[in-house]
């Protein structure tokens, strides 16, 4: 069995709208669908900014969220960032940036260690998951 294309991510999410609003105002996700599930947990379907993948916010019990993420805690692996591939990492920085996002970095900046150019941006919680690289 060969792997297919990813289908979409599904990541937690605190407060569901608050993330909702930040991917979608600041860097143009589109919202596909809200799923209500039977364990009464929420999530939200949106498409990337160029439709190739579904990332999915999903909400549930706050004691249940609780668990989960002191466990991922004590895990060794867990999500750092999902990194975009941008045409012009400076039109895009600033075009992202105009919308009200935030990043860690005053500008972009050259990664010796990988030869990628790229900028973090952080969302009202502080958290750096998104990130823009140039495409070289």
Not at 2 to 9: F, K, N, P, W
Not at 85 to 102: L, Q, W, Y
Not at 113 to 126: K, L, M, Y
């Amino acid at each position: 069995m060969a792997l297919g294309r990813i289908d979409h991510m599904d990541f937690i999410a605190g407060d569901l709208e608050k993330a909702e609003e930040y991917l979608m105002k600041k860097l143009g996700f589109k919202l596909l669908r809200r799923i209500e599930h039977q364990d009464k947990s929420i999530s939200s379907e949106l498409t990337s900014p160029a439709g190739d993948f579904v990332l999915q916010l999903h909400q549930g019990d706050e004691k249940k969220l609780k668990e989960k993420r002191e466990q991922t805690l004590k895990e060794s692996l867990f999500f750092n960032h999902i990194a975009f591939k941008v045409d012009d990492i400076n039109k895009a920085f600033k075009e992202i940036k105009s919308k009200g996002a935030s990043f860690k970095q005053d500008s972009p900046m050259f990664n010796p260690a990988s030869g990628r150019t790229i900028a973090n941006a952080v969302d009202e919680d502080g958290r750096s998951w998104i990130q823009l690289c140039d495409t070289d």
